[in-house]
């Protein structure tokens, strides 16, 4: 077993990722279906944030009635994969506040470089939800969370679709603070690190460019 791994085994999570594997899904249904699984999974990593009250009137009368305390939760997306489920986070919570970091890996000395960084403020104070659909290596994602967390972030949960092994133990050596959500643990990396079972190359599936 994994510390700090999470797999949401509800079954529509379930439903909607065996046809996101599916290599005869469209790209137009691929891109649908990451969405809905997005606000899914919005929804499971959400559920136990901490709620204060507050006095309101309602038409009838007064009452203390429960909202969620601090600030607007912050999102993060791993270019550029990361996209297809922040928008399934953002049917969800579509006052969060979102940050976009890019990485690519150095052909030669397979170090992840920074090509674009964006965070709201304040990001100290929120809790930010990382995400990155395939958490392969976790070489990527893991410098991505380092990146975050020079910026100031304190409180963050990683959110990907599919996890290998690989991955998982990497990310948790590097930020065992980090609690990973994700829909499934798939079998292990192949020479490539691509995720087996795996779904594929998850940008290139959601925008369509193979
Ligand atoms: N990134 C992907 O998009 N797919 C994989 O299988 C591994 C990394």
Known sequence: MHENLTIIDHPLVQHKLSLMRDKETSTRSFRILIRETGTLLAYEVT???PLITKEIETPLMKMNAPFLEGKKLCLVSILRAGNGLL??????????????????RDPETLVAVEYYL??????DQRLVIAL???LATGH???AAVTRIKENGAANIRFVCLL??????EYFNKIHPDVKIYTAALDDKLNDHA???PGLGDAGDRIFGTK
């Open 140 to 142: 990527s994602s893991a």
């Open 132 to 134: 990155d659909p395939m």
């Open 163 to 168: 996890a290998a092994p690989e991955g998982v």
């Open 194 to 196: 691509y995720i087996l």
């Open 87 to 104: 928008d399934g986070f953002l049917d969800l919570v579509p006052s969060a506040r979102v940050g976009h970091i890019g990485l690519y």
């Open 118 to 123: 964006k965070l709201p403020e304040l990001i």
């Open 47 to 49: 559920k136990d944030l």
